[in-house]
Each structure stands twice: as C-alpha cells, then as structure tokens.
C-alpha cells in the first residue's frame, strides 16, 4: 500500500512555498519514510551516520534548513513559506530530524538569529545550523520552579565583575543530554518583576558546574540511537562571560515570546502532517479491510467519522496560516493560542481514530501509528498545556486583561519538543 497525503485544498501558499514542499514531500517518500518504514519493521535504530548522510542529500536537493537564512547555510524561506514544509516533514517520526528543522534545535536558530550578537551568531549559529553543535533551551523547572506560570522562575544569574554566576535546576530539557550549549532563562534582577528581570544566558556544556543529571523517562518512543533526551539539569555557580547574554539583559521573556510564537506554529505543521499520514493508511486499510459482508469504508459510521476528520485537519490548517500571516504584523498571540489548542486536539483526536480503525495492526509497531499516538499525546501539554492556552484565549475574550499585560504575558508549560525524534 502507499501512504501519501491526498489533498486537493487551496490555501493559495506561495509558489514558492509549494515547490519547496513538493521537494520535501519527494524526499520524504523517497529517502526518508522508506527508511523510516524499515527500522519500524526490524527494530533496528537509525544510526546518527545515516541521519548526517540524509542531511548531504537534504543539502544537495536544497533542502537543508530551510527555515534558516542562507548566508548561515539555510535555505531563507520567510516564516509563512515554510509551514508547508514542515507539514510534509510532520509525516514521519524522523522527517524534520533529516533535513535540520527539528526543535528545539529549530527554535534556538531562530533565537540566535534574531537577537544574538554577531559574535554569537558566528561562533554557535553557523556551526548549529550545519550539525556540528547541538543545543538546547532550558526553561521548565521543576517542584516550585517555572511550568505553566513561569514568573515561577527560581534560576537566577548574578553579576560578579564581567561574569555572570548562574545557578538552578532545570528539566524537560530537550536535546540537554547531547547538548553543546544551553540558553538558559534566569532571573538576572529579583528586585523587579520577572517580567522585566529574566534574561536569556548562553552556557557551554564544558562549563564548570554545568551536571546533566538524568534522561526523564517519558511516553514516546524512539526510532534512531540519537541521544539528545529529556534532561535533567543543574547549574552550579557555573560561571560564564557577560558577553553570553542573548539580546538584552532583562528581555529575556520577550525573547522566549517571539521564540514561541513561529515555534507553535512549525508544531501544528508537524503534527497536522502526522495526523494526515495517519489519517492515509488508515483510509487504505478501510479500502482493503472486509467485516460482517461489506469493506470497511463502506460502513456509515466510519465514513462519517474520517469525513470530521478531515474537516478538522482542514479547519486547523486554515486556522495557522491566518495566524503565520498575523505573526508577520503583530506578536499575534491570541490567534497562535487559538491555532496551537484546536490543532493540538484535532491531531490527537484523528490519530486516535486512525489507530482505531486500523485495529489489531493499529496497535502494532508494523505501521508508524501507534508510534504516531505516543509522541501526540505530549503536543497537549508541552508548548503551553490546553487550559494555560484556554485561559489566554478566555481573558481575551472577557476583555479583563488589559493589553500591556497581554503583550508581556508569557503563558507556556515549557519549549521542549516531546515530538517523533526531538528527543
């Protein structure tokens, strides 16, 4: 059986951004899925070597990093380019991993880019883009610390002369066990509030202090012998050069917002991708399964199911381009809040339903879905939990927050990627 999206819709994307997603959609059906299908088939984990021999390819068909600027070694796509792209990657649990638009490596490329100094930009941005480095942001604490509400921030960084002094416990950190670097967000000043006081701190994994304490154990499972993690991680008077703030001192969570905003959005892509290979194989099972007299894709009930299915996938794609076109002019957060919810519970929903029509090989490993089902299920918690974006919504909607304070709200659980192989 082959397992390709089907889609007759319009979104009237750019022409550039549909050739490049045909490209990628070529890529992932001849190189990457085939691969994928068979690791799946024979347990046998995809090596790193053979995740850097798919960035060369990805690089000769000018694939690689499309979201990055080409005088860094990307492809220079604008942000509402690219999302289709990242739609077709979503389709396999190794898509975005093989062409360098996974997170959170993805999103500390566009943090470096966007406000890191030139410096920076030379010594960690050129080398991340390419694969040389690997990083990872570390936000989320743990018991008292920051999560959903994260004024909570406990991590601080104090000045001792041109140093910084960076002390705190993190986790949910992803890519931390393999990381090179960290952007760290630390409270830089406790006499203001957090809002104003937070900055962003780059440390060096070989720093003094730095202890990578754990891999988290999660839901999800993985598929090559990559092992950036979940980590665990303490910074101990790690000391590090004042020059290793990332944009502003103070601004930290004006930053990690603009880092989020594109960031939910490149998510939904991923997933509504997932949703709709999902949605593929289990439509071809139906053509091909027979029940009680009939093909299963003659039963009423299931027809009715995959045709709200497919509503829903198309709601939630129509519904992040609008944001991706918002974004461009404003923070857009309540359309991103909005687009970031829907999405995650439409493609949790589909995916469900997919396995469920799949039955007893739903459940099997044969077919990517219950890998598929697994690594879904975090997309409702991770990038700000369904209730923290529920509550942003429904301030919005009450009118009972004025808008100085939706401008410097950060509401989010944390920017770790619990997606396919970001891991």
């Known amino acids: 059986m082959l397992y390709t999206i ?20 070529d890529f992932m059906d001849e190189v990457v899925i085939p691969r994928e299908r068979e690791a799946l088939a024979t347990g046998e ?14 690089k000769e068909r000018d694939l690689f990093a499309p979201q990055v600027p080409e005088e860094y070694g990307g492809q220079g796509l604008d942000f509402s380019d690219m999302l289709p792209s990242f739609e077709q990657v979503g389709r396999s649990l190794i898509g975005a991993l093989a062409i360098r638009a996974n997170a959170p490596q993805e999103g500390n490329m566009h943090t470096l880019e966007m406000v890191g100094t030139e410096e920076q930009k ?11 480095i690997s990083s990872a942001f570390a936000m989320t604490e743990p018991k008292v610390g920051a999560g959903s509400d994260p004024k909570m921030l406990q991590s601080t960084a104090v000045k001792d002369g041109d140093e910084w002094v960076v002390n705190g416990h993190k986790w949910w950190t992803s890519d931390g066990l393999g990381a090179d670097f960290y952007l760290a967000m630390v409270r830089t000043d406790l006499d203001v509030h957090p809002y104003e006081g937070t900055s962003i701190i780059l440390v060096p994994r070989d720093a003094d202090g730095v202890e990578v304490q754990r891999n988290i154990p999660h839901l999800g499972d993985h598929i090559t012998e990559r092992e950036g993690g979940h980590a665990e991680v303490k910074f101990n008077n790690v000391r590090v050069p004042i020059e290793n703030t990332v944009g502003e001192e103070g601004d930290g969570f004006r930053i990690a917002q603009l880092r989020l905003g594109g960031g939910r959005l490149t998510h939904c892509m991923r997933y509504s991708g997932m949703a ?6 289990a439509k071809a099972y139906l053509q091909e399964r027979e029940a009680f007299g009939t093909k299963l894709e003659e ?34 957060r309540i359309e991103v809040a909005m687009s970031k919810m829907f999405t995650a519970n439409v493609t949790n929903e589909t995916i469900d339903l ?19 089902y697994e690594n879904v299920r975090a997309f409702r918690i991770v990038d700000g939990a369904d209730e923290v974006h529920r509550r942003s919504i429904a301030r919005w909607a009450f009118d009972d927050v004025d808008e100085t304070e939706i401008e410097n709200t950060l509401e989010f659980d944390e920017d ?6 970001d891991e």
């Open 276 to 281: 709709e290979r999902s949605l593929d194989i």
């Open 416 to 421: 770790l990627r619990i997606d396919a192989l």
């Open 45 to 58: 984990e995809i090596t790193v070597d053979e995740i850097h021999e798919m960035w060369d390819m990805a």
């Open 6 to 25: 089907v889609s007759d819709m319009e979104y009237h994307d750019s022409e550039k951004a549909k050739e490049v997603a045909g490209r990628v959609e």
């Open 122 to 132: 030379e010594e960690y941005l050129r080398p991340l883009v390419q694969g040389e």
């Open 299 to 332: 039963k009423q009930a299931l027809r009715h199911r995959i045709a709200d299915a497919e509503t829903q996938l198309h709601a939630a794609r129509t519904m992040i381009r609008h944001a991706a076109r918002e974004l461009d002019r404003s923070d857009a």
């Open 354 to 372: 997919a396995l469920q029509c799949c039955g007893g090989n739903g459940i099997g490993k044969d077919l990517p879905i219950a890998h598929f």
